[in-house]
C-alpha cells in the first residue's frame, strides 16, 4: 500500500524545517508518525546528521529543559541543533550501536534484567540440597519438630539439647556460669553429659562441641505441654538449631528452624535474592569475587624455554643475568644446591627449582652483602611474589608486567558460574541457577515450557508471575534473532548491533507509548535468515503509537519500511539533500536516487567472471574446539578472498577472531594471547604477516582523529614547519603539533574542546572559547601552506585534502588510501568519538592499506560493511580485490551478500548459532555452496547470485 503525504493530516507528521546540522543543506522533510521510516544514502551523506545530530538531539534538548533551574546548573546548556523547527516531535529514545561498557561483571542477562528475575525465582521457589552429601535439605517449624517426636520417638525417653558451642576452641568458664544462672544442671560436653558445676571449664586448645540439656522426657501424650515449652526453650537457646538424643537407640536427631543437612550438620540461610547476585557479597563466589575466572601465574610463561640457563633469562620474570639482590639470592640458592647460573634450567635441582618458583627456603642461609631489604626469594619464591605484585601493587606498569606471566582460567572453587558453592546448590527442576543462565535463549525457552510440568502445587502458586514475566523479556529477545546468546554471556563481548539489539528488546519490553525510536543500523551482525525477526520486532514498535526512525543500509529492511528517506546524492559537501522519499518502491522508481537503482537493479555489485583458485598453497586449522566449535577442520586457501559465513552465533568470531588470529599473532608478534583450543595449524610459513581490522574504536577522546591515526599528519606538520616564514620564526615540526606545549592553545590543551564533568551523567565537551575549536594559538595560525593554516587543513574534507596535496606524494598516498576506502566525506580532524564502529575499521584499513605490502600478508576483517551503501562497498571491494591480485589473503567474516557473492571462496559454519552450530556446513565457491541445502546461507546466495536485471527482463 503506497502512502502518500498528502493524506496525512498535519499533526500526523515530524516536520523538520530548515536543518543545517553538519553537511545538511536547509533540508526540510516531513516524516510520518507512527510509522517504520527508515533513512538510507551513501556514508557521509548526513542520514546520521539528521536522525541524531538534529532531531534525536533536539528531543534531549526538549527534555533538559523540563528540568528545574537547580537541576541545569549541574547539566549545563545543551545548544540547540542548526535547525529553524521541528514540530510533532514526541519524546525520543537512541539506540545506538555501541557496546554495552566493559565492566566484566555485565551480563545480558544483568543488562536485560532477565538474571534479576531468575534471582527472585530461585530465592523463592528454589528447593535446597547439602554441598557436604548432596541431599535434600529441610527446615522444620515448632509444630513439625514436636509431630515428629510423637511419630517416631512416643513411648521412648529422649535428651532435649541445645547446641551453644560447634567446633570451637575455648576452656568456656564464662559461658558455664551463665548458664547455671539461668537455672540448668547439666550439658553435653563432646558427646558426654556432665553436671554444670560452679568452675567448670574444659581444656583451652582443643575443639570442643557443646550443648544444653534442657530436658530428659519420655514422650508421652500426658507431658505434650511440657514437651513444647522445652522444645521452645531449646531452639531459643540454639539459635534456632536443637538436637534430640534418643536414649534407647543412642541417636542423635537434628532439627533446624534454618535450612539444614542432618546428616552433614551444615545449615544454610533462607535464601533471598541476593544470595544468587554475583556483584553481593551474599553470593559471589569468594576465590574470584564473582568474576568466575581467575589470573594465575602460567608456568610455561614463567620459563618458555627449559634448555636456557637463569643467566640468559630461562627464568623470564627475572631477565638476563645483571647485579642486583634477586641474582645474589639466585647465587646463594644455586651454592647450596651445587648448580650455576649457567646452569639449563631443566638440570638444575628438584629441590632448588621449588624453592626458586614455590619458597620454603625460610632457613636458606643466603650470606648476602647488601642488607637494604628484608625482601627474600628463598622464602617467597617467584610464583607468590608475581601474585602479590599483580594483586597489591598501586603501579599499573607493573601490574601489566606481572599479567604477562599470567593465564586467564576458570575459577574452580565455583566452576566459572561465579557464585558461591551454597548458591549453587538452591535447585528448580534439578538445575541450579548457574546451569540456567548458561543455556542458549531458545534452549532457556524450551526449558521454561516444560518447568510447570516440574513444579509442585505451592511452587506454582508463588513462581506464576515471576515466570510470566520472565516468558515476555525472553520473547522479546527470540524476537530480535538473539536466540544463540546466553544469560551469562558478557556484556562487553556483544557486538554493536547485538547491544543494539538487546537494548531494543529491553524498550520493546517496556511497552511505551507515544515515542520516537532513533536506532543506527539494528541489522549489524545479523544474517539474512533472522531479518524479518528484526523487521517485526520493530513494527510491532509502531503498533504501540510509536515512531522508529532506523539509519540502515540493509535492502531487506528499506524495502519492509513504510516510509523511505533517501538522503545524498555525495558524501561530506556533496550530501546533505533529500534526493528521494516516498514508499520503497516510490524510492526503487526514481531516477535520481543511487539507491533506487541499486534497489531495482539498475546498478548492481557485479560478480566476478572467474573465481581464483588462489596459489595452491593452505593455512589449515585442525581441532578447532573453543566456545561452541565442535572439532572444525578447516583448510583456508591462500591469495583468495575467503568470506566466513553463518547465521549469527554459529562459531564464526570463535574460529577467525578467537583461534585463528591469536595464533598468528604468538607467532609472528610473540603475543601472550592464547588462542581457543585447538590441535594443530599449518601453513604460516607461506605467510608473513598478520593484519586484524577491527570496529573498536581508534581512540577514546577527541584529541585523536583519522590524520593523527593514519601518520600522515607529521608528514603534514613537516611541510608546515619548511614553510618560509616558519623558519624565520624558527619553528619546527613541534610547533604543529596540538599534543604538546609552543603551537597549541593551552586553555584546551589543543583539543578544540574543554570537557565539562557532569557526574551523574556522561561528561560533555563543549568548544574551546579561546581558540574556537581551532585547537592553535594565533602566532602558529600566522604560518599557512598554500594559504590554508594547519587548523584549515585538519578541517578539511579527506576529499579535499586529496586534491590539496597532490603535488606531495607521501601525504597524497597515505590520503588517497582514506579516499579509496570510501571515507572521502570526513575531515582530517574529525574527533575519533565522533567516527562510528564502522569508518573506525576502515581508517584502520587505509592506514594499513598505506604501508607497502608484501604479497603475502594475510588480512583478517569482521563485518567491514558495517555503515557501508551499497556504492561504498563496491569500493571497498574494488581496494579488497586490488590487493587480492597482489599475491595478498584476505579473511571476511560477513553476513552482507554483495560481499559474499565477490568471494573466491566461502567457509559456511552453522547450521544454527549456539549449541546447535559450531562446524563447517558448506565450503567452497559460492556457486557450491548455494547448492548445499543444510546451509541457511545457501537459499539467499541462490537469489543473489541471479542478477536482478535477468530478473527484470524475465517479467
Known amino acids: 500500500m503506497e502512502l502518500k503525504l498528502s493524506t496525512l493530516k498535519e499533526q500526523e507528521f515530524i516536520k523538520v524545517t530548515g536543518a543545517r546540522e553538519n553537511n545538511l543543506k536547509n533540508l526540510d522533510v516531513n516524516i510520518p508518525r507512527n510509522k517504520f521510516v527508515v533513512i538510507t544514502g551513501i556514508s557521509g551523506s548526513g542520514k546520521s546528521s539528521l536522525a541524531f545530530d538534529t532531531i534525536y538531539a533536539e528531543g534531549q534538548r526538549r527534555y533538559m529543559e523540563t528540568f528545574g533551574i537547580y537541576a541545569r546548573q549541574f547539566i549545563g546548556k545543551m545548544e540547540r541543533p542548526d535547525v529553524d523547527q521541528i514540530t510533532g516531535l514526541s519524546p525520543v529514545i537512541s539506540i545506538e550501536q555501541k557496546t554495552s561498557g566493559w565492566n566484566p561483571r555485565s551480563t545480558v542477562g544483568t543488562i536485560t534484567e532477565l538474571y534479576d528475575l531468575f534471582r527472585l525465582l530461585f530465592a523463592r521457589i528454589g528447593e535446597a540440597y547439602s554441598w557436604k552429601s548432596g541431599k535434600k535439605m529441610k527446615k522444620f517449624t515448632e509444630n513439625e519438630?514436636?509431630?515428629?517426636?510423637?511419630?517416631?520417638?512416643?513411648?521412648?525417653?529422649?535428651?532435649?539439647?541445645?547446641?551453644?558451642?560447634?567446633?570451637?576452641?575455648?576452656?568456656?568458664?564464662?559461658?558455664?556460669?551463665?548458664?547455671?544462672?539461668?537455672?540448668?544442671?547439666?550439658?553435653?560436653?563432646?558427646?558426654?553429659?556432665?553436671?554444670?558445676?560452679?568452675?567448670?571449664?574444659?581444656?583451652?586448645?582443643?575443639?570442643?562441641?557443646?550443648?544444653?540439656?534442657?530436658?530428659?522426657?519420655?514422650?508421652?501424650?500426658?507431658?505434650?505441654?511440657?514437651?513444647?515449652?522445652?522444645?521452645?526453650?531449646?531452639?531459643?537457646?540454639?539459635?534456632?538449631?536443637?538436637?534430640?538424643?534418643?536414649?534407647?537407640?543412642?541417636?542423635?536427631?537434628?532439627?533446624?528452624?534454618?535450612?539444614?543437612?542432618?546428616?552433614?550438620?551444615?545449615?544454610?540461610?533462607?535464601?533471598?535474592?541476593?544470595?544468587f547476585s554475583f556483584n553481593s557479597p551474599y553470593g559471589a563466589c569468594p576465590r574470584c569475587n564473582g568474576l568466575g575466572y581467575l589470573n594465575e601465574v602460567d608456568i610455561s610463561k614463567v620459563i618458555p624455554d627449559d634448555s636456557i640457563s637463569i643467566s640468559k633469562g630461562g627464568i623470564a620474570p627475572f631477565g638476563e643475568r645483571r647485579e642486583n639482590r634477586t641474582f645474589e639470592q639466585l647465587k646463594a640458592i644455586a651454592k647450596k644446591y651445587k648448580f650455576t647460573l649457567g646452569t639449563p634450567v631443566r638440570e638444575i635441582p628438584e629441590k632448588a627449582m621449588e624453592i626458586i618458583l614455590h619458597g620454603g627456603g625460610d632457613d636458606l642461609e643466603l650470606g648476602l652483602t647488601n642488607n637494604y631489604s628484608d625482601y627474600s626469594l628463598a622464602a617467597e619464591g617467584i610464583i607468590k611474589m608475581l601474585e602479590r605484585w599483580y594483586d597489591d601493587t598501586s603501579s599499573e606498569k607493573i601490574r601489566k608486567w606481572a599479567e604477562e606471566f599470567m593465564t586467564?582460567?576458570?575459577?574452580?572453587?565455583?566452576?566459572?558460574?561465579?557464585?558461591?558453592?551454597?548458591?549453587?546448590?538452591?535447585?528448580?527442576?534439578?538445575?541450579?541457577?548457574?546451569?540456567?543462565?548458561?543455556?542458549?535463549?531458545?534452549?532457556?525457552?524450551?526449558?521454561?515450557?516444560?518447568l510447570p510440568e516440574q513444579l509442585n502445587e505451592k511452587q506454582k502458586l508463588i513462581g506464576t508471575e515471576v515466570l510470566k514475566e520472565i516468558n515476555t523479556r525472553l520473547h522479546f529477545l527470540l524476537d530480535v534473532g538473539l536466540d544463540y546468546l546466553s544469560l551469562n554471556r558478557p556484556a562487553r563481548s556483544l557486538s554493536g548491533g547485538e547491544s543494539q539489539r538487546t537494548r531494543l528488546a529491553n524498550q520493546i519490553g517496556s511497552q511505551l507509548s507515544g515515542i520516537t525510536y532513533i536506532m543506527d543500523e539494528p541489522s549489524i551482525g545479523l544474517h539474512q535468515r533472522d531479518n524479518h525477526r528484526l523487521i517485526?520486532?520493530?513494527?510491532?514498535?509502531?503498533?504501540?503509537?510509536?515512531?522508529?526512525?532506523?539509519?540502515?543500509?540493509?535492502?531487506?529492511?528499506?524495502?519492509?519500511?513504510?516510509?523511505?528517506?533517501?538522503?545524498?546524492?555525495?558524501?561530506?559537501?556533496?550530501?546533505?539533500?533529500?534526493?528521494?522519499?516516498?514508499?520503497?518502491?516510490?524510492?526503487?522508481?526514481?531516477?535520481?536516487?543511487?539507491?533506487?537503482?541499486?534497489?531495482?537493479?539498475?546498478?548492481?555489485?557485479?560478480?566476478?567472471?572467474?573465481?581464483?583458485?588462489?596459489?595452491?598453497?593452505?593455512?589449515?586449522?585442525?581441532?578447532?574446539?573453543?566456545?561452541?566449535?565442535?572439532?572444525?577442520?578447516?583448510?583456508?586457501?591462500?591469495?583468495?578472498?575467503t568470506c566466513v559465513t553463518g547465521v549469527s552465533g554459529s562459531g564464526k568470531s570463535s574460529l577467525i577472531n578467537e583461534t585463528l588470529y591469536p595464533i598468528l599473532r604468538k607467532h609472528f608478534y610473540n603475543s601472550l594471547k592464547d588462542p581457543l583450543p585447538y590441535k594443530s595449524i599449518s601453513g604460516i610459513d607461506h605467510i608473513d604477516k598478520v593484519v586484524d581490522i577491527d570496529q573498536s574504536p581508534i581512540g577514546r577522546t577527541p584529541r585523536s582523529n583519522p590524520a593523527t591515526y593514519t601518520k600522515v599528519f607529521t608528514d603534514i606538520r613537516k611541510l608546515f614547519a619548511e614553510v618560509p616564514e616558519a623558519k624565520i620564526r624558527g619553528y619546527k615540526i613541534g610547533r604543529f603539533s596540538f599534543n604538546v606545549k609552543g603551537g597549541r592553545c593551552e586553555d584546551c590543551k589543543g583539543a578544540g574542546m574543554k570537557e565539562i564533568e557532569m557526574n551523574f551523567i556522561p561528561n560533555v565537551y563543549v568548544e574551546c572559547p579561546t581558540c574556537f575549536g581551532n585547537r592553535f594559538n594565533r602566532e602558529t595560525l600566522e604560518i599557512q601552506y598554500k594559504g590554508k593554516t594547519i587548523s584549515d587543513v585538519l578541517k578539511m574534507t579527506v576529499d579535499d585534502a586529496v586534491d590539496f596535496f597532490e603535488p606531495v606524494p607521501k601525504v597524497f598516498r597515505k590520503l588517497k588510501t582514506i579516499q579509496d576506502v570510501g571515507l572521502g566525506y570526513i575531515s582530517l580532524g574529525q574527533s575519533a568519538t565522533s567516527l562510528s564502529g564502522g569508518e573506525a575499521q576502515r581508517v584502520k584499513l587505509a592506514e594499513e592499506l598505506s604501508k607497502r605490502d608484501t604479497g603475502k600478508t594475510l588480512?583478517?576483517?569482521?563485518?567491514?560493511?558495517?555503515?557501508?551503501?551499497?556504492?561504498?562497498?563496491?569500493?571497498?571491494?574494488?581496494?579488497?580485490?586490488?590487493?587480492?591480485?597482489?599475491?595478498?589473503?584476505?579473511?571476511?567474516?560477513?553476513?552482507?551478500?554483495?560481499?559474499?557473492?565477490?568471494?573466491?571462496?566461502?567457509?559456511?559454519?552453522?547450521?544454527?548459532?549456539?549449541?546447535?552450530?559450531?562446524?563447517?556446513?558448506?565450503?567452497?565457491?559460492?556457486?557450491?555452496?548455494?547448492?548445499?541445502?543444510?546451509?541457511?546461507?545457501?537459499?539467499?546466495?541462490?537469489?543473489?547470485?541471479?542478477?536482478?536485471?535477468?530478473?527484470?527482463?524475465?517479467?
Open 145 to 275: 519438630i514436636i509431630d515428629q517426636m510423637y511419630e517416631e520417638h512416643i513411648n521412648r525417653k529422649i535428651v532435649i539439647l541445645a547446641p551453644v558451642v560447634r567446633g570451637r576452641k575455648g576452656h568456656y568458664r564464662e559461658l558455664f556460669d551463665q548458664i547455671r544462672k539461668q537455672g540448668f544442671t547439666k550439658v553435653r560436653i563432646d558427646g558426654e553429659i556432665q553436671e554444670l558445676k560452679k568452675g567448670l571449664k574444659v581444656e583451652r586448645y582443643k575443639i570442643h562441641d557443646i550443648e544444653v540439656v534442657i530436658d530428659r522426657i519420655k514422650v508421652i501424650e500426658e507431658r505434650r505441654d511440657r514437651l513444647e515449652n522445652s522444645i521452645a526453650s531449646a531452639l531459643r537457646m540454639g539459635e534456632g538449631l536443637i538436637f534430640i538424643h534418643d536414649i534407647e537407640s543412642d541417636t542423635i536427631n537434628r532439627f533446624s528452624k534454618d535450612l539444614m543437612d542432618m546428616e552433614g550438620g551444615i545449615s544454610y540461610e533462607d535464601p533471598s535474592p541476593n544470595t
Open 408 to 450: 586467564l582460567n576458570t575459577c574452580s572453587d565455583c566452576g566459572g558460574y561465579r557464585l558461591k558453592k551454597e548458591s549453587l546448590h538452591f535447585k528448580i527442576a534439578e538445575n541450579h541457577i548457574g546451569e540456567v543462565a548458561t543455556l542458549d535463549l531458545d534452549e532457556l525457552s524450551l526449558w521454561l515450557k516444560r
Open 536 to 641: 517485526k520486532a520493530l513494527k510491532n514498535l509502531t503498533k504501540s503509537d510509536n515512531t522508529v526512525l532506523v539509519v540502515e543500509h540493509d535492502e531487506d529492511i528499506m524495502m519492509a519500511s513504510d516510509y523511505l528517506i533517501d538522503i545524498g546524492p555525495g558524501a561530506g559537501k556533496l550530501g546533505g539533500e533529500i534526493v528521494a522519499e516516498g514508499s520503497p518502491e516510490e524510492v526503487r522508481l526514481s531516477h535520481k536516487s543511487l539507491t533506487g537503482k541499486y534497489l531495482a537493479g539498475e546498478v548492481e555489485i557485479s560478480i566476478p567472471k572467474e573465481r581464483r583458485k588462489g596459489n595452491g598453497l593452505y593455512l589449515e586449522i585442525e581441532g578447532a574446539t573453543g566456545h561452541n566449535l565442535k572439532e572444525v577442520n578447516v583448510k583456508i586457501p591462500l591469495n583468495t578472498l
Open 859 to 955: 588480512y583478517i576483517l569482521d563485518e567491514p560493511t558495517t555503515g557501508l551503501h551499497f556504492e561504498d562497498i563496491a569500493r571497498l571491494l574494488q581496494v579488497v580485490q586490488k590487493l587480492v591480485s597482489k599475491g595478498n589473503t584476505f579473511i571476511i567474516i560477513e553476513h552482507n551478500l554483495d560481499v559474499i557473492k565477490t568471494a573466491d571462496h566461502i567457509i559456511d559454519i552453522g547450521p544454527e548459532g549456539g549449541r546447535h552450530g559450531g562446524r563447517i556446513v558448506a565450503e567452497g565457491t559460492p556457486e557450491q555452496v548455494s547448492e548445499v541445502e543444510e546451509s541457511k546461507t545457501s537459499v539467499f546466495l541462490k537469489q543473489i547470485l541471479t542478477p536482478k536485471t535477468a530478473e527484470a527482463k524475465q517479467d
